[in-house]
């Protein structure tokens, strides 16, 4: 069965500094790897994705994220905080031959301070 | 940018009782999807939709839970007689195509309290 844990529930980092996500998930084939991003009051919207090709995915507002199958890892980055990154982040990942579902981690709030 | 759409935005209802809980998605979309977050919990499948059919439900999604496409653009989930573990927030999705690799759009949410 599919599972994804994101270590830390809440992160915190200053303004500038790097931001660093970690996902890690459980498959039994190839998965399909997503970060979505919350912002207050909003739905989950799409940051990136990763589905075949190369490892290394850019998104939306700076972030990258990388795929590491020997370490079955998946983790977010940013080399300089904003304060607009404020929200609430969540790795997902879903299967070829399971439709569109998509299995969550529990989310990691991130706060960037001044 | 084409959106999905959720309403009400929050509802309350004592236990027991039927809600309907409304979606509108993307237009151009074929494949629908219903989750539910329970405050401090994971985001959770619970429903796939196409072609006016479930494709696939979650253990969560049992009898009391059911889903229709009304009309050519909502998407609704009833849940007939609610109990208060049903409160939670609960997000519509989207997606232009079928497969693992497409991406789902996501409204806004409801938030569902059961008193």
């Known amino acids: 069965a599919q599972s994804v844990t994101q270590l830390g529930s809440h992160v915190s980092v200053s303004e500038g500094a790097l931001v660093l996500l970690r996902c890690n998930y459980s498959?039994?084939?190839?998965?399909?790897l997503f970060w979505y991003v919350q912002y207050p009051n909003q739905g989950l919207q799409l940051l990136l994705k990763y589905t075949t090709g190369a490892t290394l995915v850019k998104g939306i507002n700076g972030f990258e994220a990388e795929f590491k199958k020997s370490e079955t890892s998946f983790h977010l980055t940013k080399p300089s905080a904003h304060m607009s990154d404020a929200a609430e982040y969540f790795c997902a990942v879903s299967q070829y031959n399971q439709g569109g579902k998509l299995i969550f981690g529990q989310g990691t709030e991130l706060s960037v301070k001044p | 940018e084409p959106e999905v759409t959720q309403t009400p935005s929050h509802q309350v209802t004592q236990m027991g009782q039927e809600v309907i809980l409304r979606c509108v998605p993307i237009s151009n979309h074929l494949y629908f999807y219903w989750y539910r977050q329970i405050l401090g919990q994971k985001v959770e499948f619970l429903v796939s939709f196409y072609n006016n059919e479930i494709s696939e439900k979650s253990e969560i999604f049992d009898d009391q839970f059911s889903v229709e496409r009304p009309d050519g653009s909502n998407f609704t989930l009833k849940i007939r007689s609610t109990k208060l573990e049903d409160s939670a927030m609960y997000f519509c999705?989207?997606?232009?195509?079928?497969?693992?690799?497409?991406?789902?759009?996501f409204g806004p949410g409801t938030r569902l309290l059961v008193l």
């Open positions: 498959s039994s084939v190839p998965p399909y």
């Open positions: 999705a989207s997606s232009r195509l079928a497969g693992g690799q497409e991406t789902q759009y």
